[in-house]
């Protein structure tokens, strides 16, 4: 059975930082392409970030291009994304994915992506 859990989120101020961690179990993490989305009140779940199986490429949203960085720790089955400077937009539930490697599609679109975390609630105060 494949697990994602996400952890790290919480409530911090403008301009702080936070670091999200997805551990995975049940799966090849090694091979697998991993991603972040959010999901903010009222909105559509949206592409944060994602980094393939190797760590060599990574893709960012215009959004937080320049202010957050994916990771990830195939030795630990662990993904990461680092969060700084954030902002009050940046608010929402927080979710870590995986896709295997033989899924295809667009890394930024939720399609590509097999399996899901619970998800983990960030919010930035003004």
């Known amino acids: 059975q494949v697990q994602l859990v996400e952890s790290g989120g919480g409530l911090v101020q403008v301009g702080g930082s936070l670091r999200l961690s997805c551990a995975a179990s049940g799966l090849t993490f090694s091979r697998a392409a991993m991603g972040w989305f959010r999901q903010a009140p009222g909105k559509e779940r949206e592409f944060v970030a994602a980094i393939n199986w190797s760590g060599f490429s990574t893709y960012y949203a215009d959004s937080v291009k320049g202010r957050f960085t994916i990771s990830r720790d195939n030795a630990r089955n662990t993904g990461y994304l680092q969060m700084n400077s954030l902002k009050p937009e940046d608010t929402a539930v927080y979710y870590c994915?995986?896709?295997?490697?033989?899924?295809?599609?667009?890394?930024?679109?939720?399609?590509?992506?097999?399996?899901w975390g619970q998800g983990t609630q960030v919010t930035v105060s003004s």
């Open positions: 994915a995986a896709a295997r490697s033989d899924s295809t599609g667009s890394i930024y679109h939720s399609a590509r992506y097999n399996y």
